[in-house]
């Protein structure tokens, strides 16, 4: 069945640093993919998407790259801030059928000033 | 303001008792969906619903219940047979697919703020 891979967390960064959070997915079909964010005591929040390959989905400096070839859509941002810490979920859902998101078990990510 | 709100947000339960935990959304939308948050997984689906009086299971839907009844409701019951009850529970809400504007691509899913579950 479908999957979604992410790494191993906690991350801890200082400010200004960068960021790269890895995602890996196995799908029987097309799906779209996204990345989601919660915040401290806080539901999920849509952080950024993409639904075909080569897309690249791009919100409050964070990006992904939909990677067809390697399964793919890493998490970015190239200066992360204190604000930024939270947990972050990769998931893919497919466009027509099934409103089912599968969910990547997520990768808290910390950032000390 | 339209919204998704779950009460309450931490919720004491004994074993052995059902639990209903409340989700209500404002913001007219067809599907709404019951996700079960444990540390160090991700989220799995319990339930989701399309439509208003029709719901389907999810992943892990053995012990729990729900109902629609209205469009804007969509409760969660945990029962005495759901063995690990304790968990963080989201529900979340979408406008219905085949309802999108332009290509029909994805209907973003809006989350509520999660209730805390806790069986003593």
């Known amino acids: 069945g479908d999957s979604v891979t992410q790494m191993e967390g906690p991350v801890t960064l200082s400010e200004e640093a960068f960021l790269t959070i890895n995602c890996t997915y196995t799908a029987t079909g097309y799906p779209s993919l996204f990345w989601y964010v919660q915040y401290p005591g806080e539901g999920l929040q849509l952080l950024l998407k993409a639904t075909k390959a080569d897309d690249k989905g791009s919100n409050k400096g964070f990006e992904a790259t939909y990677r067809k070839e390697t399964t793919s859509f890493h998490l970015e941002k190239g200066s992360v801030q204190v604000s930024d810490s939270a947990v972050y979920f990769c998931?893919?859902?497919?466009?027509?059928?099934?409103?089912?998101?599968?969910f990547g078990t997520g990768t808290r990510l910390t950032i000390i000033p | 303001d339209g919204g998704i709100t779950q009460s309450p947000k931490y919720l004491f339960r004994k074993e052995g008792q059902n639990v209903t935990l409340s989700c209500e959304q404002n913001?007219?939308?067809?599907?709404m969906y019951w996700y079960r948050q444990d540390p160090g997984q991700g989220l799995r689906l319990i339930y989701y619903?399309?439509?208003?009086?029709?719901?389907q299971k999810g992943d892990i839907a053995e012990g729990y219940s729900v109902s629609r009844e209205k469009k804007e409701s969509f409760p969660l019951t945990v029962t005495s047979a759901q063995k690990n009850p304790t968990a963080f529970y989201l529900c979340?809400?979408?406008?219905?697919?085949?309802?999108?504007?332009?290509?029909?691509?994805?209907?973003?899913?809006?989350f509520g703020p999660g209730t805390r579950l806790t069986v003593l």
């Open positions: 913001l007219n939308h067809d599907a």
């Open positions: 998931a893919l859902r497919y466009n027509f059928g099934n409103e089912k998101l599968t």
């Open positions: 619903s399309q439509i208003v009086n029709d719901f």
């Open positions: 979340a809400s979408s406008i219905a697919q085949g309802k999108a504007s332009g290509r029909g691509s994805y209907n973003e899913q809006f």
